[in-house]
């Protein structure tokens, strides 16, 4: 069972910078393309950023490119996205996402990915 576990928010000044972790298991992902997305408060859950597992090639929303860095550590089944240069309008829930079978194009709309953690709370203050 392919279990996707989130860590590493917490609150930070404007400016700051956060790395969130997303632990993958239960499954293989050499084929997967792996996303991170958002969701604040009252709002619909938004595309970040995302990167094919086995060619390390990436894709940011325009929001974040620039800021924030997907990266992956294939020996240890993890996804990480560095965000530096945090604005208060990043704040909200982030969430790890995998989709295992991949075509050739990115996948930035939510119902386009299979596997989900429980999310990390990002919150950046003024």
């Known amino acids: 069972q392919v279990q996707l576990v989130e860590s590493g928010g917490g609150l930070v000044q404007a400016g700051g910078s956060l790395r969130l972790s997303c632990a993958a298991s239960?499954?293989?992902?050499?084929?997967?393309?792996m996303g991170w997305f958002r969701q604040a408060s009252g709002k619909e859950r938004e595309f970040v950023a995302a990167?094919?597992?086995?060619?390390?090639?990436?894709y940011y929303a325009d929001s974040v490119k620039g800021r924030f860095t997907i990266s992956r550590d294939s020996a240890k089944n993890t996804v990480y996205v560095q965000m530096n240069s945090l604005k208060p309008e990043d704040t909200a829930v982030y969430y790890c996402?995998?989709?295992?079978?991949?075509?050739?194009?990115?996948?930035?709309?939510?119902?386009?990915?299979?596997?989900w953690g429980q999310g990390t709370q990002v919150t950046v203050s003024s």
């Open positions: 996402a995998a989709r295992p079978i991949v075509g050739r194009r990115w996948y930035v709309r939510p119902n386009e990915y299979d596997y």
């Open positions: 239960g499954g293989t992902f050499s084929g997967s393309v």
């Open positions: 990167i094919s597992w086995s060619g390390g090639t990436t």
